[in-house]
């Protein structure tokens, strides 16, 4: 499969994990911006290799083979990057007393792999497993957003017409923190360092985040602590 064939399959499967309801071809190709002559053909591929079903009704579902594929991803994920920052982020949620987020950059968006909630206050705030939201919105998102390869970066920046937002992922890349108030959840502050891999290249993202009275006022040691976590699950990423 050539190159852009194999762009527009990516985004056709990527739409049919989104969509909740279960689409007919022209329906899917006009939500992934495909030709519908390009959606059949590349669906029936697709369908060849247990990836997707189409159904007598018209309708196209993900295949059962993606059960098996995600599942391989998922404890993958546990084994590379989850496990070594369970204990490390336990330390840190007990030391500064806010909940700790370990995310990953998934095209233009992040995705939640771990979270540890804090028990030392009542109000506090919870992270859903897998939640995704978007790569340019908190502090969680921007922090993998700047370590992103150029041309990723300028993608996003041109996806979502951010005429500040280059300006913001250069200074973030060169200060090594961000730190972003009310862009994700309203009244919630957070700080984020990249957690990066042998290469130099962003592997995943450390989070402190919690009420924004509370992180504000801790803003500086907050800074630091987090920095120092991530330095700490790096090295355990690079071995």
């Known amino acids: ?20 309801a279960e689409p007919t ?5 006009g939500e992934a911006g495909v ?28 295949g059962a083979r993606m059960v098996v594929l995600g599942r391989t991803a998922q404890e993958s994920l546990r084994r590379r990057l989850v496990d070594p920052a369970r204990r490390p982020m336990e330390r840190l949620t007990e030391a500064v007393g806010e909940t700790t987020i370990l995310t990953v950059p998934c095209g233009l968006e992040v995705i939640v792999l771990h979270a540890v909630e804090t028990e030392r206050h009542s109000v506090r705030l919870s992270y859903a497993l897998y939640r995704r939201a978007p790569i340019h919105r908190g502090a969680s998102g921007k922090i993998l957003a700047a ?23 250069a200074e973030i890349q060169r200060d090594g923190v961000a730190m972003t ?37 801790e803003r500086e040691s907050l800074r630091e602590s987090v920095i120092a976590c991530a330095a700490m699950i790096q090295r355990a990423y690079q071995g």
């Open 1 to 20: 499969m050539a190159r852009g064939a194999l762009e527009r399959a990516a985004r056709l499967l990527e739409r049919l994990g989104e969509d909740k």
């Open 25 to 29: 071809v022209p329906e899917l190709a």
């Open 35 to 62: 030709p519908t002559s390009t959606a059949y053909r590349l669906l029936a591929e697709l369908e060849q290799y247990g990836l997707v079903e189409r159904r007598a009704d018209g309708t196209v579902v993900l």
């Open 147 to 169: 370590h992103l390869e150029t041309a990723e970066r300028e993608r996003l920046v041109q996806a979502v017409d951010g005429t500040t937002l280059a300006a913001e992922l």
């Open 181 to 217: 108030t009310g862009e994700l959840d309203p009244g919630a502050a957070a700080v984020a360092a990249p957690i990066l891999d042998r290469r130099g290249e962003i592997s995943a993202g450390l989070s402190i985040a919690g009420p924004v009275g509370r992180i504000t006022a």
